[in-house]
């Protein structure tokens, strides 16, 4: 079920997909609790439910923001490795480095 949020929900609807990511990169999806993801975003253990029917869709919500922000990211480096005409090596070092970091 969709809802209308105000701007202070959506900055705690944020918090929860946000912390959901932290929280999978350090634990596994395993990790992520109820609990672990509200310590995390500094919200009450119930605010979860409030925004998202069961953890399992906090938790794809969270993948899908972080899939998307990797695909950004990665156009954007795409994009400017385009315009300095990089070499392969070059370019296959730099998406490398960009996959690896957090």
Request: proline share 2%; net charge negative.
């Amino acid at each position: 079920m969709k809802r209308r949020h105000g701007d202070s929900a959506r900055q705690r609807r944020d918090a929860l997909v946000r912390a959901t990511i932290e929280v999978a990169a350090e634990k596994g999806i395993a990790g992520v609790t109820h609990r672990a993801v509200t310590e995390r975003a500094g919200l009450p253990l119930a605010t979860v439910g409030y925004f998202f029917d069961s953890i399992t869709d906090l938790a794809a919500e969270a993948m899908r923001t972080g899939v998307a922000e990797d695909v950004a990211r990665l156009r954007t480096l795409a994009d400017e490795l385009a315009a300095t005409e990089s070499g392969t090596d070059a370019m296959a070092e730099a998406f490398a480095a960009a996959l690896m970091s957090p």
